[in-house]
């Protein structure tokens, strides 16, 4: 299976999981919901079914296409690892880029502060679990004559 593919696939598997987290999950650890289709939409005109679009759309299709051609042969150790630094990163721009932007400030200060941070780095963390791992290992370049060395082994 080609490695986008697997990225897609490892992205709608971790945006499902971040989403339930997020719906379910989280209430129960902050006492509140975090709806994350009401929050970007709010970056949109207001419209819930559009906010879930798009994070539908980063979450299956944009961020798993820039982490398995651009991040993941750059960060060490096995995918897993590489999928949970994705996540983390993805967490800083959330909280640090979008959530201000949205009038919640830095790390949700005025959305639930801390807890509300923290309940948003676990569902990113989850995410790049199964991004990393259903991804899987960056391709190694291969030159050439290593394909025909394999190519004749085999013969």
Known sequence: MIKITRAIIGGAVGTALLTAMMYFVSPVMTGRAMDIAAMLG??????????????????????????????????????????MVWGIVLWLLAQLVMLPSMGSGFFGAKAGGVPSALSSLLGHLVYGLALGVLAGAPEEARSPTDRSVTTSARA
Not at 56 to 82: C, D, E, H, K, M
Request: proline share 10%.
């Open 42 to 83: 709010s970056l949109m005109g207001g419209s819930w079914a559009l906010g879930m679009t798009a994070h539908l759309a980063n979450g299956i299709v944009v961020f798993p296409l820039i982490y398995v051609l651009g991040v993941s042969q750059r960060l060490p150790g096995p995918p897993w690892l590489r999928g």
